[in-house]
């Protein structure tokens, strides 16, 4: 079994390409370890005009990455200046601003995967992957 997180578009894509390192969400967790990345099938069309200058793909209702989950910060002033520094456009305006007011979470190590689809659930949830594929 696997942990998943599952993320609306187009941040999920934006975490799978490696422009985004941190995900917004108003609870904390304490856990640490390898986590999937699942696109959700639920679409910000606000962000996705803002981010079409990146050209990536979004698909929807599928895992399409794994990563750490390195760590789960509380959002402060200070990081969301850093953040907004290091990049402006994917940190910055957003409809995903409502998680600025509780916690980041730390997302390193990131790499794409061959899409598995599969609906998703809130918070951290569970997949099996066993009869899946390989490349997870």
Not at 84 to 105: A, M
Request: with cysteine; proline share 3%; glycine share 8%.
């Amino acid at each position: 079994m696997r942990k998943v997180i599952t993320i609306k578009q187009p941040f999920a894509s934006l975490i799978a390409a490696g422009l985004k390192e941190y995900e917004f969400r108003t609870w904390k967790t304490n856990y640490r370890g390898e986590i999937l990345i699942h696109a959700g099938k639920s679409i910000d069309k606000v962000a996705m005009k803002k981010f079409e200058c990146f050209r990536l793909d979004y698909p929807t209702g599928c895992i399409i990455a794994k990563a750490e989950l390195t760590d789960c910060v509380p959002v402060t002033e200070n990081m969301k200046g850093e953040l907004r520094e290091k990049n402006f456009l994917v940190y910055s305006g957003t409809t995903e601003n409502v998680g600025w007011n509780g916690y980041g979470f730390k997302l390193e190590n990131v790499e794409t995967v061959e899409p598995v689809f599969v609906n998703g659930m809130l918070g951290l949830w569970e997949y099996n992957l066993a009869d899946v594929s390989n490349n997870i």
